[in-house]
């Protein structure tokens, strides 16, 4: 999706269609445009719901307000019964937005459940307005020409020729040129990082889970579920299992999920994964990759995610290897589980928490992040083959219950046997009717980029090592001075000045270079995370072994796990022994 508001209508006419072509990979099946004296909407559609009628842009009846949107809006049946006095001309969701607007203004948006950004233009008097879903899930960029003309994008290479400036668009915010500039419609009490007091209740987070991934089955066209084996997307195949045959599009495309995984041959993800799709019965995929395959596919990953951060490339190329088989086999949607370790403090450096105030603002710092790093990777490595990923973890309803619950619920107990998500495993955690073998619902976390396979990660280091020295001769010395050329975010590894010098190379703008973000890291972490533990600050590897200390080896099993209604009698989990230095 892009959108153009500019002042020499013909030439930009020209390059709004070739800016259109370099999204084509996002949405091969329609191209539209619309324009309306120098303001031009351009859409690349990629269809899942109603994919006969529901081309783009969409229109009020008059064709007075023009919109286009990139996401889906799972209340759509429910807002359409509020829209009874107008006439819907196709069963798109996103019809529902150029109606809502013409009936409560500017202030419709926090009615929309779903992701999505869209651009809606008001012909009866020139206005427009933007708006980024709660979390970010969908991308969207901000850009502004010297002429000028104002630019919004779904990824920055189609403003990167025109615009001398473009930013990362916030989420939860609307634009609005009647107001003159931005402002939030996402005001959740946690974002103000106050402390929550809720206590915890597992059915209600549980059923608000549910909630989340039934609703995002809405789809006309073949769909899976990305699963790794781990306990996030183990529990989204679970209860999109257990949902499956309860909705619509069981008569389009059968009672069997369909799921997928990728990994170097050996990886803990197959064997996971196998395993869980086994117990679910579960049509499942595997996929295999090498470590030269990842290496040959970097560049065009650091193309289509736009980004140089070391962590996000890593765990990028296996999402971006499996989404084109994905998208060989039919498939245009899948269910992925990003978002419940930003959530839940899933990653393990959260083990080192000194307290539940820490914890708690670590979480809210990590979601209010994600549109950079997993929200940009789930959606653009996806994206890049023409596949849309669905992410319930990060429902909007979900995420404002999860982050209500008082944060000494969520921290790791050893005492209590508690390890890192427990009150999530507890809350599935049911002897009457399981969702997922006890062994699975209690696995501890992987980073993806290490779950596919250790030796990706050994393998990339390798390669950047040897690549720079043989054909960009960058030496010790060299990297040592690399403040001069890359003054801001510095590259602190071969591995990290590699992925740089792709970046620059099709991103050559400081534009460019400032949507991505900088600091120190680790396991995951940020900055402010990195002061728990003194060894980090000598650490600068993101990898998730920076927190060795606290994995599976440092764990001992404890007694058998006993529940009633999914709430533990006794210690339930594993037993974290002293943590080893890390």
Same mark, same amino acid.
């Given at each position: 999706?892009?959108?153009?508001?500019?002042?020499?209508?013909?030439?930009?006419?020209? @390059?709004?269609?070739?800016?259109?072509?370099?999204?084509?990979?996002?949405?091969?099946?329609?191209?539209g445009?619309?324009?309306?004296?120098?303001?031009?909407l351009a859409?690349?559609?990629?269809?899942?719901?109603?994919?006969?009628?529901?081309?783009?842009?969409?229109?009020?009846?008059?064709?007075?307000?023009?919109?286009?949107?990139?996401?889906?809006?799972?209340?759509?049946?429910?807002?359409?019964?509020?829209?009874?006095?107008?006439?819907? &001309?196709?069963?798109?969701?996103?019809?529902?937005?150029?109606?809502?607007?013409?009936?409560?203004?500017?202030?419709?948006?926090?009615?929309?459940?779903?992701?999505?950004?869209?651009?809606?233009?008001?012909t009866?008097?020139?206005?427009f307005?933007?708006?980024?879903?709660?979390?970010?899930?969908?991308?969207?960029?901000?850009?502004?020409?010297?002429?000028?003309?104002?630019?919004?994008?779904?990824?920055?290479?189609?403003?990167?020729?025109?615009?001398?400036?473009?930013?990362?668009?916030?989420?939860?915010?609307?634009?609005?040129?009647?107001?003159?500039?931005?402002?939030?419609?996402?005001?959740?009490?946690?974002?103000?990082?106050?402390?929550?007091?809720?206590?915890?209740?597992?059915?209600?987070?549980?059923?608000?889970?549910?909630?989340?991934?039934?609703?995002? =089955?809405?789809?006309?066209?073949?769909?899976?579920?990305?699963?790794?084996?781990?306990?996030?997307?183990?529990?989204?195949?679970?209860?999109?299992?257990?949902?499956?045959?309860e909705?619509?599009?069981?008569?389009?495309?059968?009672s069997?999920?369909?799921?997928?995984?990728?990994?170097?041959?050996?990886?803990?993800?197959?064997?996971?994964? &196998?395993?869980?799709?086994?117990?679910?019965?579960?049509?499942?995929?595997?996929?295999?990759?090498?470590?030269?395959?990842?290496?040959?596919?970097?560049?065009?990953?650091?193309?289509?995610?736009?980004?140089?951060?070391?962590?996000?490339?890593?765990?990028?190329?296996?999402?971006?290897?499996m989404? &084109?088989?994905?998208?060989?086999?039919?498939?245009?949607?899948?269910?992925?589980?990003?978002g419940?370790?930003?959530?839940?403090?899933?990653?393990?450096?959260?083990?080192?928490?000194?307290?539940?105030?820490?914890?708690?603002?670590?979480?809210?710092?990590?979601?209010?992040?994600?549109?950079?790093?997993?929200?940009?990777? %789930?959606?653009?490595?996806?994206s890049?083959?023409?596949?849309?990923?669905?992410?319930?973890?990060?429902?909007?309803?979900?995420?404002?219950?999860?982050?209500?619950?008082?944060?000494?619920?969520?921290m790791?107990?050893?005492?209590?046997?508690?390890?890192?998500?427990?009150?999530?495993?507890?809350?599935?955690d049911?002897?009457?009717?399981?969702?997922l073998?006890?062994?699975?619902?209690?696995?501890?976390?992987?980073?993806?980029?290490?779950?596919?396979?250790?030796?990706?990660?050994?393998? =990339?280091?390798?390669?950047?090592?040897?690549?720079?020295?043989?054909? =960009?001769?960058?030496?010790?010395?060299?990297?040592? @001075?690399?403040?001069?050329?890359?003054?801001?975010n510095?590259?602190?590894?071969?591995?990290?000045?590699?992925?740089?010098?792709?970046?620059?190379?099709?991103?050559?703008?400081?534009?460019?270079?400032?949507?991505?973000?900088?600091?120190?890291?680790?396991a995951?972490?940020?900055?402010?995370?990195?002061?728990?533990?003194?060894?980090?600050?000598?650490?600068?590897?993101?990898?998730?072994?920076?927190?060795?200390?606290?994995?599976?080896?440092?764990?001992?099993?404890?007694?058998?796990?006993v529940?009633?209604?999914?709430?533990?009698?006794? @210690?339930?989990? =594993?037993?974290?022994? %002293?943590?080893?230095?890390?």
């Amino acid at each position: 999706m892009i959108w153009i508001s500019l002042t020499v209508p013909l030439v930009y006419r020209v @390059n709004s269609v070739c800016y259109q072509d370099r999204l084509r990979h996002r949405g091969p099946d329609w191209s539209g445009i619309h324009c309306f004296q120098d303001c031009y909407l351009a859409h690349q559609r990629l269809a899942i719901v109603d994919p006969t009628s529901g081309d783009q842009p969409l229109y009020n009846e008059e064709k007075s307000v023009v919109v286009t949107v990139n996401g889906e809006i799972y209340n759509h049946e429910e807002l359409r019964t509020k829209l009874t006095s107008h006439e819907f &001309r196709t069963g798109s969701d996103c019809e529902v937005i150029a109606h809502l607007y013409e009936d409560y203004g500017e202030n419709f948006v926090d009615m929309l459940d779903g992701m999505f950004s869209f651009v809606l233009l008001d012909t009866r008097d020139k206005s427009f307005i933007v708006a980024r879903d709660a979390i970010g899930i969908t991308p969207l960029y901000m850009g502004w020409g010297l002429d000028g003309s104002v630019w919004f994008a779904s990824e920055m290479k189609a403003l990167s020729d025109d615009c001398e400036r473009f930013v990362s668009f916030p989420p939860g915010h609307l634009y609005s040129s009647k107001q003159g500039g931005l402002r939030r419609w996402y005001n959740p009490p946690w974002f103000s990082e106050r402390i929550p007091t809720t206590s915890y209740d597992p059915i209600v987070l549980r059923n608000a889970f549910e909630k989340a991934v039934v609703k995002r =089955l809405m789809a006309d066209v073949p769909f899976g579920v990305l699963l790794s084996g781990g306990l996030d997307s183990s529990l989204v195949a679970a209860v999109a299992c257990r949902y499956l045959s309860e909705t619509k599009v069981v008569r389009q495309w059968g009672s069997q999920l369909h799921t997928f995984c990728i990994g170097l041959k050996g990886s803990p993800d197959l064997k996971a994964a &196998r395993e869980v799709a086994d117990y679910l019965g579960t049509f499942h995929h595997e996929f295999h990759f090498t470590v030269q395959e990842g290496i040959d596919a970097l560049e065009e990953v650091i193309y289509h995610i736009e980004t140089y951060d070391v962590t996000t490339i890593r765990a990028s190329t296996p999402m971006f290897l499996m989404s &084109r088989k994905i998208k060989s086999l039919g498939v245009k949607m899948v269910l992925s589980g990003e978002g419940s370790d930003e959530i839940f403090g899933g990653y393990l450096y959260f083990h080192k928490a000194p307290n539940k105030e820490e914890f708690h603002l670590e979480t809210c710092r990590k979601i209010k992040a994600l549109h950079l790093y997993d929200c940009l990777r %789930a959606n653009k490595a996806t994206s890049a083959w023409g596949v849309e990923a669905r992410v319930p973890f990060l429902d909007k309803t979900f995420v404002n219950i999860a982050m209500e619950i008082d944060p000494s619920w969520k921290m790791i107990r050893p005492d209590l046997g508690r390890i890192e998500k427990w009150i999530l495993r507890n809350a599935f955690d049911d002897n009457e009717k399981p969702y997922l073998p006890k062994h699975i619902l209690y696995r501890q976390k992987e980073q993806f980029s290490d779950g596919v396979g250790y030796s990706w990660i050994d393998g =990339l280091k390798d390669h950047a090592n040897e690549h720079l020295e043989l054909l =960009l001769q960058v030496s010790d010395a060299m990297l040592s @001075n690399a403040s001069f050329i890359y003054p801001e975010n510095t590259p602190l590894t071969k591995e990290a000045y590699y992925y740089r010098s792709i970046f620059e190379r099709f991103f050559p703008k400081n534009a460019a270079r400032s949507t991505v973000p900088g600091g120190p890291s680790v396991a995951c972490s940020s900055a402010k995370a990195v002061e728990w533990d003194a060894a980090w600050s000598k650490c600068p590897d993101p990898s998730g072994r920076a927190a060795l200390g606290v994995h599976s080896a440092a764990y001992q099993p404890t007694v058998s796990q006993v529940s009633v209604n999914g709430f533990p009698e006794k @210690n339930q989990g =594993l037993q974290e022994a %002293a943590p080893a230095a890390v």
